[in-house]
């Protein structure tokens, strides 16, 4: 019994692999298609990782500075900063003395020698001290602001409250555009796959329509009739992800580079993401393109085998 | 074997192409079934290989009701009931002994059984030296033994003839006949399908006729009567 079924899925598959090269530009078209749309699936996730990455390096730079009167006691700075320190939504604040600020613009400026050769015939540190403000959540960063305004206490000297909201909201906007066209193109490629392929089995039984025919009349059965093109389907899916995969790495490759510009002094590889999670996406994208090739070839197979 | 009991099939709006046909066939009888074309022949055939369902009646061989037999059913059914036709039925880009082995690859028979099934079914119909050639390189005769020996492989126990000597010279045909007859004696029931007088009138078997989808006659040694 075990053999028999042994025996009828070698001989479907080799149906089916006879049929792939018997209309084999039929064959190669809907692999295309395949590839195209397994490739727009892709590049979306693409989006998403990049601009998920983008998020988190604008975030990280966020922060509000308040800067003290050069002349305020230590005891008074580290009294506000632990007022501050309690307030919601605040992750961390950072002191920034007068020594650290002049130390942090030699670093700075240690390439333009006229600047550092001003400060030094200026005798005295001229850079006043400063808390630095970390948010807790990005979301809530207006309230902070808010917060940050009703304190009030004769050392703050001013406050530099950037609008780097301001900045996220586009990052997000853009994103979140990107991701919607990305959606409908892969929906639309999806579709269209679903169409080719329906056309193809169609397409294959028609070429097959006497085979089939003598089949049913010597007693074949619907399953050993319709596995080759259900099979067939696999084998796209299979080959057409392949495919895919080789394509895509060639294509993040050529990527790169520019992402490596884009997030400078930020570690972002979209090629070790890529393959950190290859197994994971392989199996999930072959899966699911198998079901939808199934369900074309299904449908196709049920409505034009009953020849 | 085969009891038919007052099948009728009528076909959209109002065609009755069968009639309350009652017929009782015996295990290893030798049956012409005549009548002019249009009278019924060829879906009596469709509807005991289970490829039309009768409006009315029932059909049975041997106890297996297969006017009530599920789709699924319908390949074991055709193991049975063998047919073969006019048009032969050979695939054209596949031998002789491809086309035959072509029904055991579909019933999932393993190749060693086809290697040693297949030759011996070929000599059978004649056919052990010519089984390595295409359809084209045979005349017609000998592409309707292939057929018949396509539908041997499964040692069916009814073969339906449905006009098999109908794109036959005469010479072939009376080969195709005695090939039948040979089968026949083998313990095969014969339902022979024709409408050629002296095929029917030379056998001296039973004769049943058919008109307007109705059996006007069933004579036990019977002669073309239409």
């Known amino acids: 019994m075990l053999s028999n079924m042994f025996i009828s899925f070698y001989r479907a598959l080799k149906f089916s692999v006879k049929d792939i090269f018997r209309n084999v530009w039929l064959s190669v078209v809907t692999i295309i298609i395949l590839i195209l749309a397994l490739f727009s699936v892709n590049l979306l996730l693409v989006v998403q990782v990049i601009s998920r990455a983008a998020i988190d390096t604008v975030r990280d730079r966020i922060d509000v500075s308040l800067y003290l009167k050069p002349e305020a006691a230590e005891s008074d700075i580290l009294s506000l900063r632990a007022t501050i320190s309690g307030l919601d939504n605040v992750r961390e604040v950072v002191y920034v003395s007068k020594q650290q600020a002049l130390e942090d613009f030699q670093t700075k400026q240690k390439n333009n020698p006229d600047i550092l050769e001003a400060l030094r015939e200026l005798d005295t540190n001229p850079l006043s001290p400063s808390l630095i403000i970390r948010p807790q959540d990005v979301g809530h960063y207006d309230s902070l602001i808010a917060d940050l305004n009703k304190i009030s206490n004769p050392i703050i000297e001013s406050r530099n409250f950037d609008d780097h909201k301001l900045m996220l909201d586009k990052i997000n906007t853009i994103t979140d555009k990107v991701s919607q066209a990305g959606f409908f193109v892969s929906l639309l490629f999806i579709f269209i796959t679903l169409l080719v392929l329906y056309n193809t089995i169609r397409v294959a039984i028609y070429t097959h329509r006497a085979e089939i025919g003598i089949m049913r009349l010597v007693g074949g059965s619907d399953w050993f009739i319709r596995s080759p093109f259900i099979i067939s389907s696999i084998i796209y899916s299979l080959v057409g992800l392949i495919l895919t995969t080789v394509i895509f790495y060639f294509f993040l490759t050529l990527l790169q580079p520019y992402l490596e510009t884009f997030f400078m002094n930020y570690d972002f590889n979209i090629i070790g993401y890529f393959k950190a999670n290859f197994l994971q996406f392989f199996v999930l994208e072959l899966v699911g393109t198998a079901i939808i090739n199934i369900i074309a070839s299904l449908v196709a197979v049920r409505k034009y085998s009953n020849i | ?226």
């Open chain 2, 1 to 226: 074997m085969i009891t038919l009991e007052n099948v009728s099939k009528i076909y959209a709006p109002n065609i009755k192409a069968l009639d309350r046909v009652s017929l009782d066939i015996k295990p290893g009888e030798f049956i012409s079934l005549v009548g002019q074309s249009g009278t019924g022949k060829t879906t009596l055939v469709r509807c005991l290989i289970g490829e039309e369902k009768p409006t009315e009646g029932k059909i049975k061989i041997g106890d297996w009701e297969i006017t009530k037999i599920g789709k699924s059913e319908i390949p074991y059914l055709r193991r049975q009931v063998a047919v073969i036709f006019q048009d032969f039925k050979l695939l054209p880009k596949r031998t002789l002994f491809e086309n035959v082995a072509f029904a055991l690859e579909v019933a999932g028979k393993s190749t060693k059984k086809i290697k040693s099934l297949v030759p011996q079914v070929m000599k059978i119909v004649g056919l052990g030296n010519k089984m390595h050639r295409y359809p084209n390189e045979v005349s017609g005769g000998e592409q309707q033994r292939a057929a018949i020996a396509r539908a041997l492989v499964y040692q069916p126990k009814v073969l339906l003839a449905d006009e098999p000597t109908g794109n036959l010279d005469s010479i072939n045909a009376q080969e195709i006949i005695d090939l039948l007859r040979k089968i026949n004696e083998f313990g095969t029931t014969v339902v022979l399908v024709t409408h050629n007088k002296d095929i029917v009138n030379r056998l001296k078997r039973r004769v049943i006729t058919l008109h307007d989808g109705r059996v006007i006659s069933d004579q036990a040694v019977g002669k073309y009567v239409i």
